[in-house]
């Protein structure tokens, strides 16, 4: 079933665009909620000229966020985990929230809901997806080494 989002979903998608998601979903809890609309044809035109009339407004937000993208791209960021004894692996693993105190404490705020991470229990190179914007989105490398 396709929808419209009405606001910025965590792991689904951004405000105004339109995403396929089970019917369940979508009835029991998107719609409900007041979270999406279903993408009926009209709902689309509707969309489709909003979309228009913002696009100004969006590509001046594109540009900002393809600087931050490339200023992202510069760092050579290193996080600092508690490993077992002797070992490569960790007490624990490493979270987006770990990962997002690491670049602020760099300089960069950024929101968590858009950091993806694989799951990381040990040390080594691993990168971070990162949704800057709709249309900008980077991978940025990373290292965890040992405390």
Not at 51 to 57: G, P, S, T, V
Not at 67 to 85: F, G, M, P, Q, R
Not at 129 to 140: D, F, G, K, P, Q
Request: hydrophobic share 40%; proline share 1%.
């Amino acid at each position: 079933m396709d929808v419209i989002l009405k606001e910025n979903i965590e792991k689904l998608g951004f405000k105004n665009e339109i995403v396929s998601v089970k019917n369940g979903y979508a009835r029991n809890y998107l719609i409900p909620k007041g979270y999406a609309i279903l993408a009926t044809k009209s709902a689309i035109k509707v969309l489709e000229e909003n979309l228009r009339q913002q696009q100004q407004k969006d590509e001046k937000e594109i540009e900002k966020a393809n600087k931050l993208a490339d200023s992202l791209k510069s760092l050579d960021v290193i996080i600092k985990a508690k490993v077992a004894e002797g070992g490569i692996k960790l007490f624990g693993s490493i979270k987006v929230t770990q990962f997002v105190q690491t670049l602020s404490s760099m300089g960069y705020e950024l929101d968590s809901k858009f950091i993806k991470l694989t799951s990381i229990k040990e040390i080594g190179d691993y990168n971070a997806e990162i949704r800057l914007h709709r249309n900008v989105s980077i991978s940025l490398p990373f290292k965890v080494i040992a405390e």
